[in-house]
């Protein structure tokens, strides 16, 4: 904890030095006080709260649906041999395909609210989480597979028994890495149609030449993102408490 609060003020202390000799101009990066004064001034007129919520909302609803279809799919993926070579080719080649590409199509199918960005952010999730969790499951350590198979358990329980626990407590460290993408997309969704969010909040003080706010918002995205995957740690911790656990 002393090496994070001592990076801090390090960091603070280059950022400060910078604005100060002005190598850098305020137009271009402001001083840390500008930025942090800014949040109470969005707060007050701009629904920083607001904005924050909306964001949250889009973000949850996408995590959900992405999660909610990839852990099923990939082990239809993963446990059924046909399935797995007919279809395996084809989802290893959506990953190559570029996701901001595809926002042309989303607003056409989906329209410009929140629905479109919602199914946006959860393809984005969807289409690294799905070969993650076919991979996951051929990570499966053998010897406990062995073990059901020479104990007379059926695939079904082989499936409750090893693949389960072992997959989805593996998965789980995959979906707190992919915090860090779904807001790369979620920020690209929500400029479109600017109804709310942090995203469109950061477009439009960009367009305002308002920089000490974007900075402002970068930085409440910063610390979303690192209680989101606190959160996530935490909630793996109670799920999967025999998970030995190397990065905390």
Do not use: C
Not at 55 to 69: D, K, M, P, T, V
Not at 136 to 159: C, F, M, N, P
Not at 222 to 247: A, E, N, S
């Amino acid at each position: 904890m002393i090496y994070t609060i001592s990076g801090f003020f390090i960091i603070m202390a280059i950022w400060t030095l910078i604005s100060l000799t002005g190598i850098i101009s305020e137009l271009i990066l402001p001083s840390p006080f500008s930025v942090f004064s800014s949040l109470p001034r969005m707060y007050q007129s701009d629904n920083l709260l607001q904005n924050i919520i909306y964001s949250l909302y889009l973000n949850f609803a996408g995590y959900g649906q992405a999660i909610g279809l990839a852990i099923p799919l990939g082990f239809l993926l993963g446990l059924f041999p046909i399935v797995r070579k007919t279809f395996s080719k084809y989802i290893d080649a959506i990953r190559y395909v570029p996701l901001t590409a595809t926002l042309g199509l989303f607003i056409a199918w989906f329209g410009i609210e929140d629905t479109m960005k919602i199914q946006f952010l959860s393809f984005g999730i969807f289409v690294y989480l799905l070969p993650t969790v076919v991979q996951r499951i051929d990570e499966v350590d053998k010897v406990h597979l062995d073990t059901t198979y020479t104990l007379g358990a059926s695939k079904v329980q082989q499936i409750i028994t090893v693949y389960l626990p072992s997959v989805l407590s593996r998965v789980s460290d995959d979906i707190r890495v992919l915090v860090a993408i779904s807001w790369t997309y979620l920020v690209v969704a929500e400029v479109i149609n600017r109804t709310g969010g942090l995203g469109a909040l950061a477009y439009l003080s960009a367009r305002q030449s308002k920089i000490d706010q974007v900075y402002g918002v970068l930085i409440v995205i910063m610390i979303i993102g690192l209680l989101q995957d606190r959160l996530l740690f935490y909630i793996d911790k109670i799920i999967f408490p025999y998970k030995k656990v190397g990065h905390k």
